[in-house]
């Protein structure tokens, strides 16, 4: 039995739909909510195996990698995040194309590998995730009108959005479901004429309305933290509120905490300076906590930490803020 093993979000959907229209494939889907990203942990090891892995970490799982290549499996590799902990020594089981560069999704890193034959799925995955920059210059590449452009910009959207929740039960469509409705469709057009994507839509419009009056809990030198309450709709659409503050690209940084189901917090931060004040590294410091350098979060902060955490946001980003709002 073979794998293919994918993060639930925009990025990881299209990466997997474009590699598997190039070379179609039965494999078991091993998928989650956008923060389950320990993945690999639900892969049996089998010698001669084929594993695909697709915008997940290789540092959360490089033991578990270890144990499939000890095991005797086969794994290809395409991720936009760290790969620090990738084999000092080339494996010969292991296929490794990562690129952890900030303009870089994984879908952009699979379009380059076969040559942009589905790039409107690369398209769909850069602006699902906040990549609008590269994502419009793929889409000039095909030479897309505007409306055309714009339909996948909501797309890829809608397609993060529905990752988002603190569990499967969270979301409106469970990822490996969602995956399988794309996986029918050659065009991003064909799944946007399908039944299921005007539901999906409704469910992002209705969600994100619940954010129009939303103010700041704690505002600095033009960085700010939100908090969102417990319910759903909040862990749904706090990656919608992190994208929206992070495009507005005036060097500011932000982070949005939702309260999880056990009273404590799951924290997205968007930093406005990624080259010299990573979102990373200031997640890392967190138990849970990683990502890459524009776009991170901890997975579990305890409630009583939200003051330890305000004070050290504040600290780490306030010099790269105040520089940016005196020049």
């Known amino acids: 039995m073979d794998y293919d093993v994918f993060n639930g979000d925009a990025d990881g959907i299209c990466a997997l739909h474009m590699l598997r229209l190039h070379t179609p494939a039965r494999r078991t889907l091993i998928t989650g909510v956008k923060r389950d990203i320990a993945l690999l942990r639900r892969v049996p090891a089998r010698p001669g195996m084929e594993v695909m892995v697709l915008d997940v970490s290789l540092d959360a799982n490089a033991g578990e990698l270890q144990r499939l290549l000890d095991g005797g499996a086969h794994l290809t590799w395409f991720d936009h995040h760290g790969a620090d902990c990738a084999p000092a020594h080339r494996h010969p089981h292991l296929t490794l194309h990562c690129d952890p560069a900030p303009q870089v999704c994984t879908s952009i890193l699979v379009d380059r590998h076969l040559g942009g034959r589905y790039r409107p799925w690369a398209v769909t995955a850069a602006f699902g995730d906040n990549l609008d920059q590269p994502a419009r210059a793929l889409a000039h590449s095909l030479g897309l009108e505007h409306d055309a452009t714009a339909a996948l910009q909501q797309l890829g959207q809608v397609l993060n959005y529905n990752a988002y929740g603190e569990c499967e039960a969270d979301l409106h469509v469970a990822p490996a479901d969602l995956y399988l409705a794309i996986s029918a469709q050659a065009t991003p057009a064909g799944f946007m004429a399908s039944r299921l994507y005007p539901a999906l839509l409704d469910g992002y419009r209705a969600d994100c309305a619940q954010l129009l009056h939303l103010q700041p809990h704690w505002q600095q030198h033009g960085n700010a933290v939100y908090l969102l309450p417990s319910g759903a709709w909040a862990r749904r659409v706090n990656g919608v509120l992190a ?36 979102a990373c590294r200031l997640c890392s410091e967190f138990p849970s906590g990683g990502g890459r350098h524009a776009a991170a979060g901890i997975n579990h902060l305890p409630a009583a930490a939200l003051t330890h955490f305000i004070a050290r946001f504040d600290a780490y980003f306030r010099a790269d803020a105040a520089r940016t709002h005196a020049a």
């Open 243 to 278: 994208n929206r503050l992070a495009a507005r690209q005036d060097g500011a940084a932000f982070a949005v905490l939702v309260q999880r189901s056990d009273g404590d917090y799951l924290v997205s931060v968007r930093s406005g300076q990624p080259h010299t004040h990573s």
